[in-house]
């Protein structure tokens, strides 16, 4: 059925000679696009030439010569088609020598003279070159003029007369047009040259010699362009883009054989691979089928639906307006399959959509706020990767003026903070405590009290403790410093918690640290502790959130501290929900805990019921739990941990240095701009970054310390001291009674 695309059927339908022979059939009946129409120029073409075709099988001279010179063009057409110079196959370059034909003995009566004057004849008629050339030897009694005379044809029995008869002649005439016009009237040929030989030439002593030839060297083209050069090259490129679409798709989250983004990639062994990087591309989401629902009021709402709330926001924003573009950097995936690991990444990111949401839709601010977000790993193991993602990004778009997150304290935080100031860019950091990074590094910016901070305020409790006891002893239990986790945290706790306890009174015994072979391995630790010849009267747990269950199973079951009444301090925030899936109660146990957002002392508390109305729209069904009632707002479990409040603040004070004055500022002013910042109306109460208070020791930071009777499911929660974040009087003994 597609016969009619071929080259030959395409010749065969447009060449001008048979146009001129049938003028019945004309050749703009041929389309590529028309099978029909073309079908219908070949058919009656075919006809045409197949009538010619019996004519000179019946001895016509006039079809027979109309038969020899339509073949003699197919073949000139097939050499000129074989020897074109721009050639996918690169034709032109094999063939170096023209094609010869060799008549030994060309005369009237074995056709040569005939063939010699078809060629020549369809030469003259055609304009195009071909690259035959033929070789003859012809009789000298031959003559070499042209085609002999074609007899006249003798009108039939019935043969037309009158203006029947001019339209008979007018026929003829259109028909010599690819004939009879041709140049055989000429003395001489135009194609052909004649070199004639005289009897002396043709019997010298080397008349006998035999003409020895060689075959001749295929070029280098023929091998380059040969068909199995280019078999092997179409199989090794398919094979090639095969292999390399399959790199691609294990390096890159999105990386198909076309339009892969770079900018989040694999990490991790198979099975327990994460997408980490920043997610540039539509295709690369890290919550995709992350259904972890908020907590409280939130529930309904999954990690999965956030994020594409906040893809909404950057979509609505029009291709006029001015924005600028915050990069939040969390935990936003896992590697098990246990995706309460991600909470922490789910409720800050929550946050962030909360302010993106405020600025753009609620406040309609000048300058917009898109926000992209960016994947560290489960614990933010893989935060160095992150920022460089984040470094190259902001390198390609001029609007990234900084980053939000960051708040896990790992031994990879201080490269991470370092990297991305010699890029310019401005970190505000949600949770991370350390006291180390805001001193070295000027681009940090932390909302979190310090450990210092949190210390400090624990030992105003700690040092009455001590007051009541004959000789107090403490421990410090830690986690193991090299265990796999790349925990900064941990290691400054223990030093800020261990200084506490002696300022405070205690008599420090040698810290005991416990592993986390597949979970805190706190049996032996704790027997070590619990049946030493002193048992301590005081702990200092500088370990995670995540291990505080099993601390408190074990110390409520392990001899010598089960029936001991014992006091825990602890600097991790504990406000997320730690003993809600405890079994045991630690009946003995007095556990003080920080709280890094005092929800209860800021004076923006308008900001749940607002932050409670924009994530209903986000429910599936339009409707969520309702907020805790008979109880202030911020209780509610979807704010309890207080890690949305910080992330909200943090982004707005990026923002608002980002666009102070309603004008977009670059990355390097927003980084200026921040110590400005002094955001009063706040849910934990004043963010400020004046330069004058950067200082630890100047206490700007919010936090509550907490006291826990009977740690575990029925825990008993007392809200000891606190004090609301910016300028405020500092903690004294008197404020935190035990």
């Not at 000789?471 to 506490?500: C, F, W």
């Not at 003080?592 to 900001?607: E, I, M, T, V």
Request: with cysteine; hydrophobic share 35%.
């Amino acid at each position: 059925p597609l016969l009619w695309l071929r080259r030959a059927s395409r010749w065969f339908a447009t060449t001008s000679s048979l146009a001129a022979s049938s003028t019945g059939y004309p050749s703009d009946g041929w389309s590529w696009f028309s099978p029909s129409g073309s079908w219908r120029v070949i058919r009656a073409r075919a006809a045409a030439v197949a009538e010619r075709v019996a004519d000179a099988g019946a001895g016509d001279e006039h079809a027979r010569q109309f038969h020899l010179e339509l073949r003699v063009q197919a073949l000139l057409e097939d050499l000129r088609h074989n020897y074109r110079p721009r050639s996918l196959d690169w034709r032109r370059s094999k063939r170096t020598v023209p094609p010869v034909v060799f008549l030994p003995r060309a005369t009237q009566d074995n056709g040569g003279i005939l063939l010699i004057n078809a060629i020549n004849n369809v030469r003259s008629r055609r304009s195009e070159v071909d690259p035959l050339l033929l070789l003859a030897s012809l009789p000298a009694s031959e003559i070499m003029r042209h085609t002999p005379p074609l007899p006249p044809e003798r009108p039939g029995p019935g043969a037309p007369t009158g203006s029947s008869g001019a339209r008979a002649r007018y026929e003829r005439w259109v028909d010599d047009l690819s004939l009879g016009q041709s140049p055989v009237a000429a003395a001489t040929l135009a194609w052909v040259l004649l070199l004639p030989l005289s009897t002396e030439k043709l019997t010298h002593e080397h008349a006998h010699a035999q003409l020895v030839t060689h075959r001749v060297r295929r070029t280098w083209a023929w091998w380059v362009m040969s068909r199995a050069t280019i078999a092997v090259a179409v199989v090794g490129s398919l094979l090639g883009a095969f292999l390399w679409a399959g790199h691609w798709r294990d390096t890159y989250c999105h990386g198909p054989l076309t339009g892969r983004n770079t900018d989040a990639i694999w990490q991790g062994p198979d099975g327990d691979r994460e997408c980490v990087g920043v997610a540039t591309a539509p295709e690369v989401l890290f919550a995709d089928g992350n259904d972890l629902e908020l907590n409280g009021a939130g529930k309904g709402i999954t990690f999965e639906r956030i994020e594409q709330a906040i893809r909404e926001e950057n979509d609505d924003i029009e291709a006029g307006d001015a924005y600028v573009t915050v990069v939040y950097a969390g935990p936003l995936t896992a590697t098990g399959k246990d995706r309460e690991a991600t909470r922490k990444g789910l409720e800050e990111l929550t946050g962030v959509y909360l302010q993106q949401r405020a600025v753009n839709k609620t406040v309609r601010r000048s300058v917009k706020l898109r926000v992209l977000t960016a994947n560290g790993g489960e614990d933010m193991l893989r935060q160095l990767t992150a920022v460089r993602k984040i470094i190259e990004v902001a390198r390609r778009d001029p609007t990234v003026v900084g980053v939000v997150g960051l708040g896990r304290n790992t031994q990879e935080s201080e490269k991470a903070t370092k990297l991305l100031r010699e890029a310019g860019l401005a970190v505000v950091n949600t949770t991370n405590s350390s006291s180390d990074l805001p001193r070295e590094y000027p681009n940090y910016f932390g909302l979190a009290a310090t450990d210092e901070e949190q210390t400090h305020a624990l030992g105003l409790v700690a040092r009455q403790i001590a007051r009541g006891l004959d000789r107090p002893h403490a421990i410090v239990l830690s986690r193991e410093d090299r265990n796999g986790d790349l925990d900064r945290y941990t290691a400054e706790q223990r030093d800020a918690g261990r200084k506490m306890l002696a300022d405070a009174g205690f008599e420090p015994g040698k810290d005991v640290t416990y592993d986390l072979a597949g979970g805190a391995s706190l049996n032996t630790p704790l027997t070590t502790i619990c049946q030493a010849e002193r048992v301590p009267d005081a702990l200092y747990f500088a370990g995670r959130v995540e291990d505080v269950p099993t601390l408190m199973r074990g110390l409520s079951e392990t001899t010598g501290c089960s029936d001991r009444r014992m006091t825990v301090f602890t600097g991790d925030d504990l406000t997320k929900g730690t003993f809600d899936d405890s079994t045991s109660i630690a009946a003995n146990v007095t556990l003080y805990h920080s709280s890094l957002a005092p929800l209860d002392r800021g004076k923006n508390l308008g900001f749940y019921g607002d932050a409670y109305r924009t994530l209903r729209r986000l429910h599936p069904e339009g409707e969520v739990t309702e907020l805790v009632s008979g109880r202030p707002a911020y209780e509610d479990d979807l704010f309890a941990s207080g890690q949305t409040v910080i992330s909200y603040s943090a982004t707005a004070a990026l923002y608002d240095a980002a666009a102070r004055g309603d004008k977009r500022r670059s990355a390097a002013e927003t980084w200026a701009t921040l110590h400005t910042v002094d955001l009063n109306n706040m849910p934990t109460g004043t963010i400020s970054f004046s330069r004058a208070r950067s200082s630890v020791s100047d206490n700007v930071h919010g936090l509550n310390i907490v006291k826990v009777v009977r740690p575990g499911p029925s825990a008993e929660r007392t809200l000891v001291c606190g004090k609301p974040a910016g300028i405020a009087p500092p903690l004294t003994a008197k404020d935190c009674k035990p």
